[in-house]
């Protein structure tokens, strides 16, 4: 019984941590700021959770319709709340991304080619873009992915959720 609790302890008090994929996508941001003369986006734990909590949300709730906004923590500031910070200032973006990969490409080609469509697809987009040069310090970015058969063999689809929290306390 003892060993049980240990175990269900572990397992309950493991923290989230960034992938290579939320790594490769925060790079590409900072890397296009400085293309900007724009200060690099300090990563920080609490904006990642925020992110990767609203990418499982915007995943686990089976709706196409990309939000900013959930049932129970509304909004961007309310999830930054629960993780531990309060902000004077925050930008939240969003989407979701469908991507085909043959089944014997790389991780890290895939992982590539993800990240650049998230970054590419919100450099395209005048808002988003703004959001990713604005004046905030702190971010995290969480991207959260279901793969699911193309129906083509040799093929799977990849569903990606991500989102880009960013803010100053």
Not at 41 to 60: E, G
Request: glycine content about 4%; some cysteine.
């Amino acid at each position: 019984m003892k060993f049980l609790t240990i175990l269900f302890l572990l397992f309950t008090q493991v923290s989230l941590s960034q992938t290579n994929l939320d790594k490769l996508c925060f790079e590409k941001i900072n890397k296009y700021r400085k293309s900007f003369s724009k200060n690099e986006f300090i990563w920080n734990d609490i904006a990642f959770k925020a992110s990767n909590h609203h990418s499982n949300y915007l995943k686990d709730s089976c709706d196409m319709t990309i939000s900013h906004h959930e049932s129970i923590l509304v909004n961007p500031q309310d999830r930054l709340w629960k993780y531990g910070s309060n902000c004077s200032r925050i930008s939240e973006n969003v989407l979701l991304l469908s991507m085909n990969f043959e089944d014997s490409e790389s991780k890290e080609n895939i992982n590539s080619e993800i990240s650049t469509g998230v970054f590419e697809s919100w450099k395209n987009s005048p808002g988003h873009n703004k959001t990713m040069l604005n004046e905030c310090r702190l971010g995290g970015v969480s991207t959260v992915i279901q793969k699911q058969p193309t129906g083509i063999e040799g093929f799977t689809n990849y569903l990606i959720w991500a989102t880009l929290v960013i803010y100053n306390p």
